[in-house]
Each structure stands twice: as C-alpha cells, then as structure tokens.
C-alpha cells in the first residue's frame, strides 16, 4: 500500500480527481488531498474528505488534529505526490517555487517523486510560458501525464484534456514501481471455498467468498512477487498476471497444492477448506423419498497441516483462523498443530468484517508468541500487512537455513 497525495486545482476538469482517488482506494492505496481555493469553487472539499475518509488540506484549513501543521504532515507521509488536474498557474507556481497557498507550500516541503497531469485550453497548453515551465519541471524529474486531445470546456477543440483518471493512477502506479518489494518472491495463495459433491447437482459449501484470498494474490502480484493462485468456486474475476488454478473439493485443492508446494517461497492458506466431504457422492440426482434423509459424511485431510509437515526449512506457511469466539486462542493453538510460521485470525461472528465483506479485522499470530492486532481496513490492505510479515518471516527463515 503506497500513500497517495493527491493535489487538486481549479480548472473545470477537478471534478475528475474524484474519480483518480477512488482508482487509487480501489487499488488499496491510502489517499490525502489537498486543494486550491479554485479548485474548492469547483468541488467542494467534503466531497473529497467523505470519498478519501480523511480531512483535506485548503488555504482555510493549516491544521490538523493536536494543532499539527497539515502540510508538513501530509508532505512526509506521502509516497507520491500527484497533481490532477494540474493548472497553468499552478505549473508555473511548481517551476517558480513558489508557496503562497496550501498546495504549492506542500509541493515545496515533499521531497519524492511528483505527477503532474496538466488540465488547460489548447492555446495555454501550447504558448511558450507553460512550455518553458514544462521543461523546468521536467529536468528536475517531475512526472508529466500529457493531456489528450478533444472537445474542450472552453469550446476549443484540441490538446488540454486530462488524461483519463486510469491513466493518471497508473502513471503514478509506475513511478512507484521501485516499491516492488517482493520481486524475487513466489506466492502460493489458496482462496475461497470448496464444493463437496452430494450427486450431479448439489454439494456442500460455505461462506467464503474468496476476497481475501484474491486481494493477497493481487497485491503479491502487484509487489512483485510471481503468484500461482488456487481457487475454490468463487464470483470474482480471474485476476491478471496470476496463475490460477481451478478446484472444486478439498480432495482437489490438497492435490493442487501439494504439487505447487514445491516452487514457493510464501504459502498461505486462506481458503475456507470443507472439514468433511460426502462419502459417496451419488451418480444420479437424488431424488425424494422419505420424511428425512442421512448423508454420511467422512474426513478431508487437512491440507495446512499436511503442508506443515512437508515444507522446507526456508518455506514460510500461513494459515487463517476463521472463529466465533476466542479468536487469539484458538489461532495460537491451530498455529501450533499445524506447524504454520504465521496465523491471521479473524472473528467471523462480526457481520462488518470476514466473509463477503470487503473489510477484514485480524490479529497476526506469529510462532515465537507475537500477536500484532491490524485494526479493520480494506482486505487489500489486510493483504499488504500480511505480505509484510511473509517477507519478514522469509528473510528470517532463510537465512536460518543458511547458518544451519
Ligand atoms: N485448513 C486446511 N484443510 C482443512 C481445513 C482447514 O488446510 N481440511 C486450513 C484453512 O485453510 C485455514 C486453517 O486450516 O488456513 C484453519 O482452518 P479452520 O477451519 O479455521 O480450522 P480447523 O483446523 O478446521 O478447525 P475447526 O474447524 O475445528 O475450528
């Protein structure tokens, strides 16, 4: 997860920042934003408070909570500063230097990589100032998203569109790139439930909707990391640059599995796997009969625990625990019995977090005692924290490997 600071000035076209940071929410990034008083004439700031769930930084607003200099704040928080849509006023305030508002003094306290996506009339675009400026900004490494060309605000037609917000986002996305983290790291993530057949048309399933299990892949994926992704039947769409395999049973995804086992660095188990599956599935559909009916069911192995047995020294292995009550107790023990380095636990009682939402709550519970609470956020970033502890704990047990 990157800290996004996005810069909004006023040009007709800021109404389309709300879209650039719902993009960067979407992809699981933390947003701030600060705005000139233009730009507050053309949107106003609640809209952007409410959409990125945080105060905005204006002219009318220096402070933040405890009387904390908002701009100094948000300037060293931020991983990347991004400007959409950007002005020629503003353009020629970053080549100056200039800090007589909000936004231009926190461009002059940010010392990382800025993104600008310049928003004009065809005629500004082209005239020599904001071209000289361009050039200034440019040579010191400032990141410039062309506008596209088309039907203006103005009533002119030509270049001085901004970018579409996708673009914008994966502009800045790129810049960030050097945080690929994980990129010398393979994945193995197991997502989802798993279906055990009763006859041709019916089974047993659970809750899962496999969100959490997709977010891990994405954003292992999204740091770097090569990623094989077992799935259960679930609703999401395939995600890109993941290898997916496709299960049904528990039978299936322990095959799955186990055959993948070998060429991962990271395995994590947050698949919803059935402890039981039908004895024998019937043929034919079943139909009918009498007032009750018995179906015996007999016991899946447990693929976490068999993975336990059968993992490297240097292979990290993550489980989930997914509970009513007792949530940290009975983690640490299933942590221990099935020789996992990592649990992340979570309390599947509570309706706001765990199946089908997109938030997760979860306590880490590492095999040396720790227990790290992640308070409740987005699953992609729940997957962030928990990618963050893989990598720690794969360091670790590599290099015990090593002096072993
Ligand atoms: N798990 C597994 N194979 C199974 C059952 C569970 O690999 N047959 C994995 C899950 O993917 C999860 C962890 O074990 O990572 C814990 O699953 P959970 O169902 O919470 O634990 P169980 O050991 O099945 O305990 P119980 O259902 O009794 O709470």
Redesign the pocket.
């Known amino acids: 997860m990157a800290s996004i600071l996005l810069g909004v000035t006023g040009g007709i076209a800021a109404y389309k920042a709300c879209e650039v940071l719902r993009l960067f929410d979407k992809a699981g990034h933390r947003v701030r934003v600060v705005m000139t008083r233009m730009a507050t004439e053309f949107v106003g700031p609640l809209t952007f408070e409410t959409l990125s769930k945080g105060a905005v930084l204006t002219d009318a607003q220096p402070l933040g909570e405890n009387g904390s200099i908002l701009h100094i704040d948000y300037a060293d928080q931020a991983d990347i500063f991004v400007i959409a849509p950007c002005t020629a006023n503003v353009i020629a305030k970053l080549a100056q230097g200039m800090a007589d508002d909000a936004l231009s003094t926190t461009a002059l306290a940010f010392t990382g990589p800025v993104l600008i996506a310049p928003a004009m009339n065809v005629n500004m675009w082209n005239s020599a100032s904001v071209r000289e400026n361009l050039d200034i900004l440019r040579t010191r490494g400032v990141h410039v998203v062309e506008p596209s060309s088309g039907d203006l605000a103005c009533g002119w037609v030509g270049e001085g569109r901004l970018a579409e917000p996708a673009e914008v986002v994966s502009a800045a996305l790129k810049v960030l790139d050097p945080y690929k983290d994980l990129a010398r790291l393979r994945v193995l993530v ?1 997502a989802g439930p798993t279906q055990e057949k009763i006859d041709p048309v019916r089974y047993i399933a659970n809750r899962s909707s496999g969100k959490m299990g997709y977010a891990l892949a994405e954003a292992a994926r999204d740091r770097g990391a090569s990623v094989t992704l077992v799935s259960g039947p679930v609703a999401l769409s395939k995600p890109d640059g993941v290898s997916v395999v496709n299960v049904e049973s ?1 039978t299936q995804m ?1 095959r799955a599995m186990e055959e993948a086992l070998d060429n991962a660095d990271v395995v994590i ?7 039981y599956r039908v004895e024998t599935a019937a043929e034919h559909k079943i139909k009918k009969g009498r007032e009750t009916m018995q179906i015996s069911l007999v016991r ?6 068999a ?1 336990g047995q059968s993992k490297r020294a240097d292979q990290v292995l993550i ?5 009513t009550h007792d949530v940290v107790a ?1 983690g640490q023990d ?1 942590l221990k ?2 020789k996992a380095d990592l ?1 992340v636990a979570n309390d599947v009682s509570r309706p706001d977090i765990g199946f089908s939402s997109d938030e997760n709550e979860v306590h880490l519970l590492f095999a040396d005692g720790r227990v790290v609470k992640i308070d409740k956020a987005p699953k992609r970033r729940i997957a962030d924290a928990i990618l963050d502890a893989a990598k720690e704990l794969h360091r670790l047990n590599a290099a015990a490997k090593l002096s072993a």
């Open positions: 197991s528990a322990k188990m947050s698949a919803a796997v059935a402890d899946n192995d447990d693929i976490l625990a993975l489980g989930f625990a997914a509970e009975y299933k019995r099935k649990f």
